[in-house]
């Protein structure tokens, strides 16, 4: 860069483009918008590294984008770095375009740019500054209100994708990976301008493709940002990492008509490092809870209950859980919760006892029998609504050995928790045998299905 480049860098703020039209331009009215759509609570079991955010006016996408940033929520303190990638709209692109710009600006205040960073980037094949590829675009500046609302002090880097390979994508990705501290932002949307019904099928279709990394068949009628999303696909397989679909709806679901409509879809990616849930020190604890819990039922009928105080931060914390058990290689009992209400520590010991002693299944637990328990624990993360057309539209949205699944009827409901898979392999038992469980008839199809993971404890 030149000399007065860099200083041009030192004093440059890009300015909001879409303020007033893609979101409200007044700071009270874009708060109030902000607080309307994340206002729903929810529990998660550890933060995504990375997400996939649509990019359209707020009325139309915000309430889908809000379903992944609440997420973010939870983790505000943690992330102080964000990498945002999207695709440039309005001026052509050759590879990925820097802005030189010190800060970018909305109704919301600034945000810094990692300039540090940015100059590092510039060394790279087929990445360039371009204030003009930056002043107009809408799709990272839609992100930006919604990180100012969930993250505390935060950088950025800010990417504009043209004509790139995935392999370039890819390998800057990595380059900027860091720790924890670093969150990457997708910014897309998906298809464009179909009739309601037909984009409600590409959707589902694109939707499964990235669900499971199938980036190579991902082009521009898909999503048009196909080359940010394919490039973190590429390295979140390499990677083995896990993704999880949060929402998909389109404009004729939100505010739009249904006769030209555009496909939103909200993603959370989270790293399979060792960093479990339980650490070996706490899955020691919590087993001993669960059976204090068996044997305090044995001897006075009633459930374990913990003193929070005694428990670190990390055992606390609320999630879902479910607690099996087996004598023999076979079911013995098993109890537990799709939706965090409790502390982890008092609900392995409210279910354990209840597994032992309350599932319907079984006569209560015996002492004999307690001594050739093998007790495993489930946690699972948040359950997610499904939509799909048909069973063999909800059957090709499973996927086995990974997700549990609840299905519904009316007041038939029931599910299925992903150790399931051990015993089960095809799909189509999977769900027939929940079916079963339900209460629901063979002939006849759930009408809602959610679908979530686990983390598995023996």
Not at 174 to 196: A, K, P, Q
Not at 252 to 268: L, N, P
Request: with cysteine; net charge neutral.
């Amino acid at each position: 860069m030149t000399t007065s480049t860099l200083q041009q860098r030192r004093l440059s703020i890009r300015a909001p483009a879409v303020a007033g039209s893609f979101y409200p331009k007044k700071t009270n009215q874009l708060r109030k918008l902000l607080d309307d759509f994340l206002h729903k609570k929810v529990s998660a079991v550890k933060p995504p590294k990375a997400i996939i955010a649509p990019h359209a006016g707020f009325i139309y996408s915000g309430q889908i984008a809000a379903s992944v940033y609440s997420h973010i929520a939870l983790f505000k303190n943690q992330i102080t770095r964000v990498v945002l990638l999207g695709p440039a709209h309005r001026v052509y692109v050759k590879g990925i375009a820097l802005p030189s710009n010190t800060h970018f600006a909305t109704p919301l205040g600034n945000i810094a740019i990692d300039t540090k960073l940015i100059n590092q980037l510039e060394n790279y094949p087929d990445v360039h500054f371009s204030d003009a590829a930056h002043e107009l675009e809408h799709s990272l500046e839609v992100q930006l209100p919604f990180l100012q609302k969930v993250l505390d002090d935060f950088t950025l880097v800010p990417l504009l994708l043209g004509a790139a390979h995935v392999e370039q994508v890819a390998t800057l990705l990595n380059d900027l990976w860091e720790g924890d501290e670093t969150l990457i932002v997708i910014s897309s949307d998906l298809s464009h301008y179909l009739d309601y019904e037909t984009a409600l099928k590409k959707d589902n279709d694109t939707s499964r493709l990235i669900e499971n990394f199938e980036y190579a068949a991902i082009g521009p009628d898909q999503a048009c940002g196909c080359m940010p999303i394919r490039g973190l696909l590429k390295i979140a397989q390499e990677k083995k990492m896990r993704i999880q679909k949060l929402d998909l709806r389109n404009s004729g679901d939100t505010a739009g008509t249904k006769d030209r409509v555009v496909g939103y879809g909200a993603y959370a990616l989270f790293t399979n490092s060792d960093d479990s849930i339980l650490n070996n020190e706490d899955k020691t604890i919590v087993f001993d809870v669960i059976n204090k819990s068996i044997v305090h039922g044995l001897e006075k009928g009633r459930a374990y209950k913990p003193k929070l105080e005694n428990y670190n931060a990390r055992l606390r914390k609320q999630y879902a859980v479910f607690i099996t058990l087996k004598l023999h290689a076979k079911l013995r009992g098993c109890i537990g919760i799709t939706e965090a209400h409790a502390p982890l520590i008092e609900a392995v010991a409210q279910y354990a006892y209840a597994a032992a002693f309350s599932d319907p299944r079984f006569k209560p637990l015996t002492a004999d029998e307690y001594k050739q328990i093998e007790i495993s624990l489930s946690i699972l993360t948040p359950a997610i609504p499904l939509a799909f057309n048909g069973e063999d539209d909800l059957l090709n949205q499973l996927r086995p050995n990974i997700d549990g699944l609840i299905i519904q009827k009316n007041s038939a409901r029931a599910t299925f928790l992903p150790v399931v898979w051990e015993s089960i392999q095809n799909k189509r038992q999977f769900l027939d045998e929940l079916k079963r469980k339900a209460g629901i008839k063979q002939s006849e199809s759930p009408t809602q299905a959610w679908r979530y993971t686990a983390e598995y404890y023996v």
